[in-house]
């Protein structure tokens, strides 16, 4: 089997991802690119910054939206560690991000291939292309040992 490497916006968002189980919270970390820059980067914080919204997903396209001075990240690919979940399903779609790549897949919370699905809802106002399993080994490892410690 070829092993491909990680491209470098997944290894960020991986980076970040230690640095979330580091501070206690659920190791996930995302990245966004335009046009091979990352304009925004986040880690999960809830716990840290008592926010049910603070996910990584959610303060990477903050990050990247502030930025580029605009709600609307056109053009812009999101590299996230753990398959999103509704919420950051939602924000990528009133973002208009135009790809999606995610590490591990999530069967309980994730809301891409798994769940709500929400990209492929009628209603869903965008779909973006989505990638899967870039760098899944990884976060998959991560995500384990961090709740392999907690129990």
């Known amino acids: ?3 491909w490497p990680i ?3 997944m290894q960020r968002a991986l980076a ?10 659920v190791p996930i970390g995302a990245v966004v690119v335009k046009d091979g820059t990352v304009i925004g980067e986040g880690r999960n914080a809830p716990r840290e910054t008592h926010d049910p919204t603070a996910h990584a997903e959610i303060a990477a396209i903050r990050a990247a939206a502030k930025e580029l001075g605009n709600e609307r990240l056109t053009g812009c690919e999101l590299f996230v560690t753990l398959e999103p979940c509704a919420m950051c399903a939602g924000a990528i779609v009133h973002a208009r991000l135009a790809r999606v790549t995610y590490a591990a897949p999530d069967p309980k919370g994730g809301a891409v291939a798994h769940g709500a699905r929400v990209f492929d809802h009628p ?4 779909k973006p292309e989505v990638v899967a399993g870039i ?3 990884e976060a998959a490892a991560l995500l ?3 709740f392999r410690e907690r129990r």
Request: charged share 30%.
């Open 144 to 146: 384990r040992d961090f």
């Open 16 to 25: 970040l991802a230690r640095e979330a189980a580091e501070a206690g919270e």
């Open 1 to 3: 089997m070829t092993r």
């Open 7 to 9: 491209p470098l916006p």
């Open 123 to 126: 209603q869903a106002l965008h």
């Open 135 to 137: 760098g899944e080994g």
